[in-house]
């Protein structure tokens, strides 16, 4: 997981209660996000409001898939072995 990933993930984490039970965050949020951000220097460009909210959508998307895989697919996952694929289980 790259650093910026660690960070926004946290950020929400911490403030989570103000998105509600669905997560839906304003538009305010994303800008005190960019400024969390812009204390802890990662790579690539300044992190701004939109650049954020996209990270977290990616970030959130991605997790649910991963979720919906490791909970309800029969299929297992974890975070030190992944989806276990081998060879043998390749086109199932």
């Known amino acids: 997981m790259e650093a910026d990933e660690t960070i926004i993930i ?3 984490t911490t403030n989570c209660s103000q998105g ?3 997560m839906n965050f304003d ?3 994303w800008v005190a996000a960019a400024a969390e951000m812009e204390k802890h220097p990662c790579s690539g460009a300044s992190k701004t409001a939109a650049a954020c909210q996209s990270k977290w959508g990616r970030l959130r998307g991605t997790f649910n898939i991963v979720d919906k895989v490791a909970n309800t ?3 297992s996952y974890s975070m030190e072995c992944g989806a276990s694929i081998t060879p043998e289980s390749e086109n199932m």
């Open 73 to 75: 697919s029969g299929l």
């Open 10 to 12: 946290q950020y929400v």
């Open 27 to 29: 538009h305010m949020f």
């Open 20 to 22: 509600g039970d669905d």
